[in-house]
């Protein structure tokens, strides 16, 4: 083997050096090509993405365009990077609720076997029957799984049979390990009934008098999370329930550090991976900022616990599957985000009680990413990236100003009940219905590339969580507590009433492409225009491959549409869109679209193009096929 010298030579030394507005420059040149005339700045602000809370991310981050660093160590506050000195990966928590505790059972040793280290259960109303607690835990380890309860208004009473259980079993109270689960603001938040702070006060006596790997309480933001919530919101939500149960507590008599350790913090993970990492350590920079100015003084009191839950809100109905990359990406971005566990929601969570497959695909992700990606050997792997650093300070800042104003209207629990945070919410989400009605924010498998030819996933019904609704900012009830939105709820409902056409009729609706020329003039507008309106359940027929206004008529006829859309280029339109659209009308079609921007064509009745809000465009033409509502 021949060794080279070592003589200094760089490999870029033959290139000029690279600067900012040399970078710039060729941007500007690119983006002249697609008729934008931009210079300097002005080219890279042109690339740049809005994103919620007045967030802008930028498409290049330097050491001098921006001043965030890396703060601190991990383990060290203010944790930005790591609640956790050294690297470890996380607890792999699976949730059950089913009602019934045999089942349970089965599938908590399954996981326990399988992977997962510790139990995540709904108890009570919405899952086992507190009194069958003991029945699901059958056969577990209870000194070595760590038992997380989620009991609602039963709370109470699930968390003394569960302590129960660990005296009846010989598990010695230093050993035993979990949450408790109390959490009253989040059961208000999710219910619009206050959960009892008694109970929560007893609690967390009990578990720092003697039980210390436990904790009795639960800051869960997937309440605000799921209503619709920016990640600022779902921060400041989180650290303004926080500083509620710190006074609670305190006020019983705990120190601030006492009361600190009795708290974990529940977050959603989404599939913008970047923003969840960048979440979860502004969440622990700002939790330990609020420690500290508490007066918490042992160290490590005030570093934030994080269970981190996979989205439900991203969660699809319609090709289900999909749901299984989105939950990869959210697992990733929590791992690198420095979250301490991890529940992996099943691909089929929205469509009922999971499968064995689904549990076991769920579990599978954390396994693939701690065992054969290692991505727990790294502390902090996002630590350093200019864009992760500026992305988690000014996440920061504008969660911190959200907070400031729940304390400003009298704290989380007055926020809540007075409609602030429910009308706060309803606006974000209300924004962001706007660009998933103009599939700016696309939902692969649902606004993007639907299959209409799916087979359903058919799954038992879950248990009833809670009563859906939103707060009345009238009265000030949280009548029915926040709601719970979904991305796809939209086209959902556009499926739906395509689904019950189809079962009414024996055929999906439909809607005649009239391509016009060859395959490279009309091919993107025919691609886009059956993309559209499969979204809502209709069928595009494109037969003929290309048509004209002598062949139109009866190309139609043969279809079974009642309505139709004409896709081609500009420059085809200008020639023939005219004539096949008035072919079209005398045929029969209620009405003739056009894939194009909007013009002036005649007999075209409407234009459907990028950008254009799809469900409107949808659910018109969904009446007028006669698909009810």
Known sequence: MTVLPNDGLSLAADFPDADHARWQSLVAGVLRKSGKDVSGPEAEEALATALEDGLVVSPLYTAQSTGATADGYPGFAPYVRGGRAAAGGWDVRQRHERADAEK??????????????????AVGGSGVP???????????????????????????????????????????????????????????????????????????????????????????????????????EELGCSLAT????????????????????????????????????????????????????????????????????TSPVMMTRRDPYVNMLRTTIACLAAGVGGADSVTVLPFDHDLGLPDAFARRIARNTSSILLEESHLGRVADPAGGSWYVEQLTDELAHAAWAFFQELEGAGGQEAALRSGMVGERIAT?????????????????????FPNLTEKPV???????????????????????????????????????????????????????????????????????????????????????????????????????ATIACLCSSDALYAEQAEAVAAALQSAGATRVYLAGRPADYAHVDAYVFAGCDAPAVLSSALDLIGAQS
């Open 428 to 448: 974000t989400w209300t924004a962001r219905g706007k660009k998933l009605a103009k599939r700016s924010e696309p939902i692969t498998g649902v606004s993007e």
């Open 242 to 309: 926080g500083v509620a149960y710190l006074r609670l507590l305190t006020e019983a008599g705990l120190s601030v550090d006492e009361a600190c350790r009795q708290l974990e913090f529940r977050y959603a993970a989404t599939a913008d991976q970047f923003l969840t990492v960048a979440k979860l350590r502004a969440a622990r920079r700002l939790w330990a900022r609020v420690a500290e100015v508490c007066g918490a003084g042992t160290a490590g009191a005030g570093a934030q616990r994080q269970h981190v839950v």
């Open 458 to 560: 058919v799954r038992d019904e879950a248990p009833a969580v809670r009563p859906l609704g939103r707060a009345s900012a009238a009265t000030g009830d949280m009548t029915g507590g926040l709601p719970q939105v979904r991305r796809d709820e939209v086209f959902e409902a556009l499926r739906a009433r395509s689904d019950a056409h189809e079962a009414a009729t024996g055929t999906r609706p439909r809607v005649f492409l009239a391509a016009l020329g060859p395959a490279a003039a009309h091919t993107p507008r025919a691609t886009f225009t059956a993309n559209l309106f499969q979204a809502g359940g209709i069928e595009a027929v494109h037969q003929p491959a290309s048509v004209d206004a002598d062949s139109v008529a009866e190309a139609f006829a043969a279809s079974g």
């Open 104 to 121: 349970t059972n089965a599938a908590v040793l399954s996981d326990l076997e399988n992977g997962v280290s510790s139990v995540w259960l």
């Open 130 to 232: 507190v009194e069958q607690l003991g029945q699901a835990l059958t056969g577990v380890y209870l000194d070595l799984a760590p038992v997380v309860l989620d009991a609602g208004e039963e709370t109470g009473a699930a968390a003394r049979e569960l302590l129960r259980l660990y005296d009846e079993r010989g598990v010695a109270r230093t050993d035993a390990s979990g949450n408790l689960g109390a959490d009253p603001l989040g059961f208000e938040a999710r219910t619009g009934t206050p959960g009892s702070s008694q109970d929560a006060v007893e609690l967390a006596r009990l578990c720092a008098e003697q039980y210390p790997g436990i904790r009795a309480l639960t800051v869960d933001a997937l309440p605000y999370h799921e209503a619709g919530a920016s990640a600022a």
